[in-house]
């Protein structure tokens, strides 16, 4: 039997850092959803192509500093969405980076992922926002 699950080389964790992608086209502001110190899950408006190599800063307020490395496209889904609303999604591994920022990414993401729940501050309020709503709902129709 063939296992299909994904093998990663390093540990990902679902970190949210601000990055600024330096082509040659200009610079493109982003968010990382999720990162490894092999690489990231990217959000951002006009990503790269597809197998494009470029400079990216990743702005760390735990590591109290950013990071400058290398990258490139290894997937994307900027074909692939209908809408102009949502922003296109790429994966990126690190081609280009110090043995030191690796060290800081990957001892990031451990800290990460050994606290129990780390939910972005948005989606808690999201959550919050969802169960008044409901809540309201429920009470309007007992009213009733």
Same mark, same amino acid.
């Given at each position: 039997?063939?296992?299909? #699950? ?20 200009? #610079?493109?502001?982003?968010?990382? @959803? ?23 800063? !990743?702005?760390?307020?735990? @590591?109290?500093?950013? @990071? ?20 296109? !999604? ?9 043995? #030191?920022?690796?060290?800081? !990414? ?6 990460? @992922? ?31």
């Amino acid at each position: 039997m063939v296992d299909l #699950r994904e093998k990663r080389s390093y540990p990902r964790a679902k970190i949210e850092w601000p990055i600024t992608i330096k082509t040659e086209q200009g #610079r493109v502001q982003g968010l990382t @959803l999720n990162v490894s110190a092999g690489g990231a899950q990217i959000r951002c408006q006009s990503p790269p192509l597809l197998y494009e190599v470029f400079e990216m800063t !990743i702005k760390t307020p735990e @590591l109290e500093r950013s @990071l400058v490395v290398d990258a490139q496209v290894v997937w994307s889904t900027a074909d692939l969405l209908d809408s102009e609303l949502t922003l296109p !999604i790429i994966g990126v591994s690190f081609t280009h980076i110090s043995d #030191r920022d690796r060290w800081l !990414i990957s001892t990031a993401v451990s800290m990460f @992922l050994k606290e129990e729940k780390r939910v972005p501050p948005r989606v808690e309020a999201a959550k919050k926002a969802l169960e008044k709503a409901l809540k309201e709902c429920m009470e309007e129709s007992s009213e009733e």
